[in-house]
């Protein structure tokens, strides 16, 4: 299996709550590796850009309006088959749904303030990292 990287944030909830240990712990144990991480407030113009394909749902404005509430962490993470690997360790979109065990299960709070973000596919890992950092800014 190749060694590939994902996207991943501790979600305001998380923070706000002094997670940001705990989760990447979580991360961690799962055989992720932080390659790159730094605490950002997000504007809420990166927010409406980062879930621009959300845009026409019904929770899009409440979703930037919660990324937005509160510091977040972004994450570069590194691992055999890491997209898999982190969405694996994130559990379910919904906590009462997510498995024992996972992030969502263990920390989140509701379907929206659900602790962590983790990119779905290799392809958006790639334009999520580059959202948010700069090649020199990720040390493997
Ligand atoms: N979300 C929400 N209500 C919903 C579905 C999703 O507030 O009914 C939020 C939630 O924070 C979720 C994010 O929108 O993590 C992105 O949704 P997606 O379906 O991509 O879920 P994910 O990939 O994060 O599991």
Do not use: C, W
């Not at 845009?55 to 570069?76: A, C």
């Not at 379910?92 to 498995?99: E, F, G, I, R, W």
């Not at 509701?110 to 700069?134: M, P, R, T």
């Amino acid at each position: 299996m190749a060694v590939t990287r994902t996207f991943s944030i501790i979600k305001p909830d998380a923070t706000k709550r002094n997670l940001t240990g705990a989760v990447t712990k979580m991360l961690e144990e799962a055989g992720l590796r932080v390659v790159a991480s730094k605490r950002i407030q997000m504007t809420k113009d990166q927010a409406e850009g980062f879930y621009a394909v959300h845009k026409e749902r019904p929770f899009f404005n409440d979703l930037v309006s919660f990324m937005i509430s509160g510091p977040v962490v972004v994450q570069v993470l590194e691992g055999e088959d890491a997209v898999k690997r982190n969405r694996d360790v994130m559990g379910a979109t919904n906590p009462a749904d997510a498995a024992d065990g996972t992030i969502r299960k263990t920390y989140a709070e509701s379907i929206e303030a659900n602790s962590v973000h983790g990119s779905d596919s290799e392809e958006n890992a790639a334009i999520e990292i580059a959202y948010f950092f700069k090649p020199e800014e990720i040390v493997g």
